[in-house]
């Protein structure tokens, strides 16, 4: 259930009022799913964290970078 003073508060509360006003609109279904929405959202899988590249035992030295001119 969303606190009060939310966007999805208010949401819910326009809902819950048209379908207390007008029970046998022809909108009633789909208000019951947004407000089945509202009530229990979706849960949202967390980001995981970022994948790091395996250090290799000696770091590659290359010729020209040890080259002075």
């Known amino acids: 259930m969303p606190k009060e003073d939310t966007k999805e508060w208010y949401l819910l509360n326009a809902v819950r009022a048209f379908m207390h006003h007008y029970p046998t609109h022809r909108f009633i ?3 019951t799913e947004i407000e089945d929405e509202l ?5 949202v899988q967390g980001r995981r964290r970022p994948a790091k590249r395996q250090r290799k ?4 030295t ?3 970078s040890k080259e002075t001119n």
Do not use: D, E, L, M
Request: hydrophobic share 20%; aromatic share 6%.
């Open 29 to 31: 279904p789909r208000y």
């Open 39 to 43: 009530v229990n959202p979706p849960k």
């Open 57 to 60: 035992t000696q770091a590659s």
């Open 62 to 64: 290359s010729k020209a």
